[in-house]
T-cell receptor, first 111, second 116 residues
Framework: TQLLEQSPQFLSIQEGENLTVYCNSS?????LQWYRQEPGEGPVLLVT?????EVKKLKRLTFQFGDARKDSSLHITAAQPGDTGLYLC???????????FGKGTMLLVSP | GAVVSQHPSRVICKSGTSVKIECRSL??????MFWYRQFPKQSLMLMAT?????????EQGVEKDKFLINHASLTLSTLTVTSAHPEDSSFYIC????????????FGPGTRLLVL
C-alpha cells in the first residue's frame, strides 16, 4: 500500500503553461516536504509545510497543505524548462520520525 | 547552510568486493542520518536509519549484514555494501537531520554504484 499517492506520475508540458501536482494520503502527516530531483543528483528541498491549510510561495511555485494534513499540492505558474525534474513529496506520519515518500512526478517542460 | 556531501559520487566494482560510501554533514551536526536506495525511474526507498553512537535500524527486507552502517560522529555516517553483486547496483542517497528537533532532512548528492 502506497501511503502517499502522487499524481500525475508524468507530465509533459510546454513552456509557459501552468500545472498542479497532487500528493494525497488517508493518513495524517506531521509535516510535508517537497523536493525536486534532477537525474544523477540527490533531492533538493523546496519547502516544508507544517500547519493544516498552510500556503507557501516560492517565486512561481505555490505549495498548499490540506486542512487535515493528509494532502498537499504544488502549483507551478508559467513553467520554464528549468523546472524540469522529478518532484517528490515526503513527510513523517504523525508519531513517526522517518520520511514516507511519494512515487514522484516527472515533469518535462519543453521550450 | 545544511549541506550534505557523499563520497564517492560514482563507483564501479567487481562482484564480490565491498564498497564503502561516506555521508557527511558539512555545516551542521546530524544526530540522525538516513540511507536510501533509488532504482531508475523510481522513488527513494529507505534502507536504514542511523543514529550517532548506536546501532542502525534497518527497514524490513534490508539485510543488516550486507549493508553495514556506522555513524561514529555527528557529521559522518558510512554505508558499506559487503560482497556486492550486480543486483546491488543502484543510486544510494543519504540524508541528515539536524539536532534541533526539526523533521527536515537534507539530502546528499547520491552515489551511483555499478557492480560488474
Amino acid at each position: 500500500t502506497q501511503l502517499l499517492e502522487q499524481s500525475p506520475q508524468f507530465l509533459s508540458i510546454q513552456e509557459g503553461e501552468n500545472l498542479t501536482v497532487y500528493c494525497n494520503s488517508s493518513s495524517v502527516f506531521s509535516s510535508l516536504q517537497w523536493y525536486r530531483q534532477e537525474p544523477g543528483e540527490g533531492p533538493v528541498l523546496l519547502v516544508t509545510v507544517v500547519t493544516g491549510g498552510e500556503v507557501k510561495k516560492l517565486k512561481r511555485l505555490t505549495f498548499q497543505f490540506g486542512d487535515a494534513r493528509k494532502d498537499s499540492s504544488l502549483h507551478i505558474t508559467a513553467a520554464q524548462p528549468g523546472d524540469t525534474g522529478l518532484y517528490l513529496c515526503a513527510g513523517p506520519l504523525l508519531g513517526y520520525s522517518t520520511l514516507t515518500f511519494g512515487k514522484g512526478t516527472m515533469l518535462l517542460v519543453s521550450p | 547552510g545544511a549541506v550534505v556531501s557523499q563520497h564517492p559520487s560514482r563507483v564501479i566494482c567487481k562482484s564480490g568486493t565491498s564498497v564503502k560510501i561516506e555521508c557527511r554533514s558539512l555545516d551542521f551536526q546530524a544526530t540522525t542520518m538516513f540511507w536510501y536506495r533509488q532504482f531508475p525511474k523510481q522513488s527513494l526507498m529507505l534502507m536504514a536509519t542511523s543514529n550517532e553512537g548506536s546501532k542502525a535500524t534497518y527497514e524490513q527486507g534490508v539485510e543488516k549484514d550486507k549493508f553495514l552502517i556506522n555513524h561514529a560522529s555527528l557529521t559522518l555516517s558510512t554505508l558499506t555494501v559487503t560482497s556486492a553483486h550486480p543486483e546491488d547496483s543502484s543510486f544510494y542517497i543519504c540524508s541528515a537531520r539536524g539536532t534541533g528537533g526539526s523533521e527536515t532532512q537534507y539530502f546528499g548528492p547520491g552515489t551511483r554504484l555499478l557492480v560488474l
